[in-house]
């Protein structure tokens, strides 16, 4: 059953996130104040929303002592591909994103989540 209200709640947050950054292109301007911080941040809700239930599944079924251990990790996943996202489209809006950066900003969150994993197994 918890399985089953995760991915119900990530559904449903994916889907407004997604649908805030339909209306948000569609009615507001580029040039307008807060639109772009605004639009990051529906960004980081969608994209968070919509990885959250394949990180579940794949932390279930590729790491589940891990799971056992920290039941919320796959929320992290998702927040990680979510911040991700939204800081390559910041870059991307400011005409300074390019492949390095990714692979960088890639490598920057694999290790703090390296880091995150280390700490906690320590006794």
């Known amino acids: ?7 119900i709640v990530a559904i449903l947050v994916a889907v407004i996130g997604w649908w805030g950054l339909y209306e948000l292109t569609r009615q507001v301007g580029p040039e307008q104040p807060g639109a772009l911080a605004f639009f990051l941040a529906l960004l980081f809700v969608a994209v968070t929303g919509t990885v959250a239930p394949a990180t579940a599944y794949l932390n279930r079924r590729l790491a589940p002592e891990a799971v056992a251990a920290d039941p919320w990790r796959f929320f992290r996943h998702s927040v990680w591909a979510g911040v ?8 991307q809006a400011h005409r300074i ?10 490598l920057m969150f694999v290790a703090v989540e390296i880091l995150i994993v280390r700490l906690r197994a320590e006794p």
């Not at 994103?97 to 890639?106: D, K, R």
Request: contains cysteine; positive net charge; proline residues 0%.
């Open 1 to 7: 059953m918890r399985n089953r209200l995760i991915i």
């Open 84 to 91: 991700c996202v939204a800081i390559c489209a910041w870059l």
């Open 97 to 106: 994103f390019n492949v390095g950066f990714a692979l960088i900003i890639g």
